[in-house]
C-alpha cells in the first residue's frame, strides 16, 4: 500500500482507503459507506440541501419583522440546547463506541441499551417543558407572553431529540446514504412548509417553530424505518454482554460528552441570551437586536454546518485508525483537515464580504444594517467553531473527552466576561468581539491540548488557526494575501510539507477515479 492510500481517507475528507474497505467486508453487519463515498454522498445532497436552507433563511428574514425573527431565533437556540442535554451525551459516544462493540459482536445490545434509556428521557423533557411552559418563557424570551410558543417547542424538542440520536447513530455506522436522506427531507420539508405556513398563516415565529417540529417528526419517522429493516443485519454473538460493565465504560466518556456539547451549545445561545437579559433594553427591544444579530449569523452559520458534518463524517473513520493501533495517521489526516478548512472557509469569508452590501440591500430587503455591520465577525468566529469542531475529534478518540470539556468552560468563561463589560458600551459590536475571543480561545486550548496528548501540530496548522482574522482587513486585502500565501504553499514545504502534498495530488486523483467509475455506473 502507497503512503496515499493508507493516509487519505480522513486527513483529506472523501479520499479513498482500500484497507479501510477490505477491513469493512471482514465485519459483519449492514454495508457501510467508504470515506470516499461519504463525502461524495454528502457534497451531493448537501450543495442543494445548504442553498435551500440558505434560501428558506433569507425568506424568513424579509417575512418577519426583527423582532419575530428574533422570537425564532431565541426558540431554535433554546431546542439547540436542551436536545442534547436531555440525553446525557449519549448519542454523542455512538461516534467511538460503535466501532468497539461491533468488532466484539454486541452492537445490537449496545443500542437497545442507549436507545432505550434516551426514549424515557426525550418522554421526560417534552413533559417537563409543557408543564412549565410560562417559566421557559420568561427563561427563553424574557417574557412570560410566549407560553403558547413554549408549548409548540415541547413538542418540536421531542422530535429533534429523535431526529438527533438516529443521525448519530447511522453516522457512527458510517450509513452516510440514510444521514443525508434524513438531513435533506428535513430541509426540504422545513423550508416548504415553513414558508407555506408564513404566506398562509401570518408572519409569526410560532408557525416556523411548528414547521420546524414537523420536519424533525418526518426526518425521525424515515429513520426509524430503516432502523427497523436494518436491525436483523447488525452483529450480535452469543456471548452475553453485561449491562453494568457497558455503562461503567460508557458513562463517563457520554457524561465529558454531554458536558462538552451542553457547553459548546450554550456557548452559541449566550450572547444572544445576554442581550435579552443584560442589556438594559425592554424586552421587545432586545428580540429586535437578536433579529438584527440573527441576519449577520445566515452565511457564517451555513459555513459553521459544513464544517460540522465533515467532522462528524470524520469521527468513526478517525475512530476506526485509533482502534486499529494507526494514531500517527489519526494526527496526520487531522492536521491536514484542519489546513484545508482553514484556507478554504476563509476564502469563502471573504467571498461573501464582497456580495454583502448586495445581499443585504437587495435579498434581505434593506431591514437589517446591524447585522450587515457586524457581518466581517461573525465570519470569523465561525470559521474558528469549524476548526474547533475538527479539532475536537481528536481528543474524543483519545477519550480525552473531559478536557474538550474545560476548554470549551475556559472560552465561555471569556464569552461572558467580555459580553458584560462589551454590550453596554458597544452594543452588537461588542458582543461579537466577545465571542469572536471566546471562540479562538477554544480553537488554541483544543490544540494545545491535542499537541500534548502527542498531535503532531507544524506551522501549517497555527497558520490555519490565524487565517481568518485576514477578513477583518477587508476582503479585497483578505484574498490578495490568501494568494500569496497559496502561491508560497505550492513552492515551499512549511505550510504543507512534501508528504502532504503527495497526500493531496494522490487524493484528487483517487477522487477523479471514483467520479468516472461513479459515472461510468450510471451511464
Not at 445490545?109 to 411552559?133: D, E, P, Y
Not at 430587503?365 to 455591520?373: C, D, F, T, V
Request: glycine share 8%.
Amino acid at each position: 500500500m502507497t503512503v496515499v492510500s493508507s493516509i487519505g481517507s480522513t486527513a483529506l475528507p472523501g479520499l479513498y482507503d482500500e484497507e479501510w474497505t477490505r477491513s469493512q467486508a471482514a465485519l459483519a453487519g449492514p454495508r457501510t459507506d467508504t470515506l470516499a463515498e461519504s463525502v461524495l454522498i454528502l457534497l451531493t445532497l448537501t450543495v442543494v440541501q445548504r442553498m435551500v436552507g440558505f434560501l428558506r433563511s433569507v425568506v424568513f428574514c424579509r417575512w418577519l419583522d426583527a423582532q419575530e425573527l428574533g422570537l425564532w431565533d431565541m426558540a431554535h437556540g433554546f431546542l439547540m440546547l436542551a436536545a442534547p442535554a436531555v440525553v446525557l451525551g449519549l448519542p454523542g459516544s455512538f461516534g467511538r463506541y460503535v466501532e468497539h462493540y461491533r468488532r466484539h459482536g454486541q452492537l445490537r445490545t449496545f443500542f437497545r441499551c442507549t436507545l432505550s434509556v434516551i426514549v424515557c428521557l426525550q418522554m421526560l423533557a417534552v413533559l417537563g417543558v409543557s408543564l412549565a411552559s410560562g417559566q421557559v418563557s420568561l427563561l427563553i424570551f424574557g417574557s412570560g407572553e410566549h407560553a403558547g410558543l413554549v408549548r409548540v417547542l415541547a413538542l418540536g424538542l421531542g422530535a429533534l431529540i429523535a431526529q438527533n440520536a438516529l443521525i448519530s447513530l447511522f453516522t457512527a455506522m458510517r450509513m452516510f446514504r440514510v444521514v443525508s436522506a434524513m438531513q435533506f427531507s428535513q430541509t426540504m420539508t422545513f423550508a416548504l412548509l415553513g414558508c407555506g405556513l408564513l404566506a398562509g398563516c401570518q408572519p409569526a415565529a410560532i408557525y416556523v417553530a411548528a414547521a420546524f417540529g414537523a420536519a424533525c417528526c418526518l426526518s425521525s419517522a424515515g429513520g426509524l424505518v430503516w432502523l427497523r429493516r436494518a436491525w436483523p443485519a447488525l452483529p450480535q454473538s452469543a456471548a452475553s454482554m453485561s449491562e453494568r460493565r457497558l455503562w461503567a465504560r460508557l458513562m463517563p466518556f457520554a457524561l465529558w460528552v454531554w458536558a462538552g456539547t451542553w457547553l459548546s451549545n450554550l456557548f452559541d445561545l449566550t450572547d444572544r441570551y445576554l442581550i435579552i437579559h443584560y442589556s438594559g433594553l425592554e424586552a421587545a427591544e432586545a428580540l429586535w437586536q437578536v433579529g438584527q444579530y440573527h441576519s449577520s449569523r445566515v452565511i457564517p452559520l451555513l459555513l459553521l454546518g459544513m464544517g460540522e458534518l465533515l467532522a462528524a463524517i470524520a469521527i468513526p473513520h478517525l475512530a476506526h485508525d485509533w482502534e486499529s493501533g494507526r494514531r500517527e495517521l489519526v494526527s496526520r489526516r487531522l492536521t491536514v483537515l484542519i489546513k484545508l478548512l482553514s484556507f478554504v472557509f476563509t476564502a469563502a469569508s471573504a467571498a461573501v464580504l464582497l456580495a454583502a452590501p448586495w445581499l443585504f440591500e437587495v435579498a434581505l430587503a434593506g431591514k437589517y444594517s446591524g447585522g450587515l455591520a457586524v457581518l466581517p465577525g461573525t465570519l470569523i468566529y465561525a470559521t474558528w467553531a469549524a476548526l474547533a469542531a475538527a479539532t475536537i475529534n481528536y481528543l474524543w478518540c483519545a477519550e480525552k473527552a473531559r478536557l474538550a470539556s474545560l476548554t470549551l468552560l475556559a472560552g465561555l468563561m471569556i464569552n461572558v466576561s467580555l459580553n458584560l463589560v462589551l454590550l453596554p458600551r458597544w452594543g452588537l459590536s461588542g458582543v461579537v468581539a466577545a465571542t469572536a475571543a471566546g471562540h479562538l480561545t477554544v480553537l488554541v486550548l483544543l490544540l494545545y491540548a491535542c499537541r500534548v496528548n502527542e498531535l503532531e501540530l507544524d506551522f501549517g496548522v497555527w497558520l490555519a488557526a490565524a487565517l481568518p482574522m485576514l477578513n477583518w482587513l477587508g476582503p479585497n486585502v483578505a484574498l490578495a494575501l490568501l494568494a500569496a500565501i497559496v502561491l508560497e504553499a505550492a513552492t515551499r514545504d512549511r505550510l504543507f510539507s512534501a508528504e502532504e502534498k503527495q497526500l493531496l495530488r494522490g487524493g484528487l486523483a483517487q477522487y477523479g477515479g471514483r467520479l468516472k467509475q461513479w459515472a461510468g455506473r450510471g451511464a
